[in-house]
């Protein structure tokens, strides 16, 4: 099944709780949460706060995405804020399988994310313990960038592997999506689809029905 992860880091935060609940009434089933600490990436976003207050603004699966240096550290306090699933980038941990048990161990649903230039082939070795992997198709840290065509390929690939070992785990995509691109990564084998300007810019709703209707 594909699903469409609205990105609330292109929201306006002055009425963040109305217009998620819209994404949610157009039938986004996700809700993507990026974290950034100005380490890993170069910008700051949000944290545990945020995250805490806007859990009750729907029902949506919350999809956080951290993008910070050694992710251990903090994934029972984004666990209780209300992650549903937690994604960490295998280049920000020196134990990767450490993170991914910890996810497990506070019940929830485990992802680990590579950028651009990061071999698909980091992932093989975790592939069998994560729920997702997350394959950024822009350079972690900015919304508003184009998608990088070459990352295609690495969603093809991924999906190949994921088939060759016989398991059933979701491929997200993150960054440069429009509504006249989500076509490109659906068809390369990716299911979960992040977009932020494309479901915020303008109408929230025709936006995100418009996309999802893209993706079947």
Known sequence: MNILAPSILSADFTILGEQIAKTEEAGAQYLHF???DGIFVPSIS???PVLKSIRKASNQIYDVHLMIEEPIRYIEE?????ADIITFHVEAASDPREVIDKIHSCGK???MSIKPKTSVYALRPYLEHLDMVLIMTVEPGFGGQKYIDECTEKIVATRKMITEMGLNTD???DGGVTINNIHVPVEAGANVIVAGSAVFNGNITENVKALIGEMR
């Open 34 to 36: 990026d974290v950034m």
């Open 109 to 111: 649903k485990a992802g």
């Open 171 to 173: 491929i997200e995509i």
């Open 46 to 48: 949000f944290g545990l």
């Open 78 to 82: 984004f666990a209780e804020s209300g």
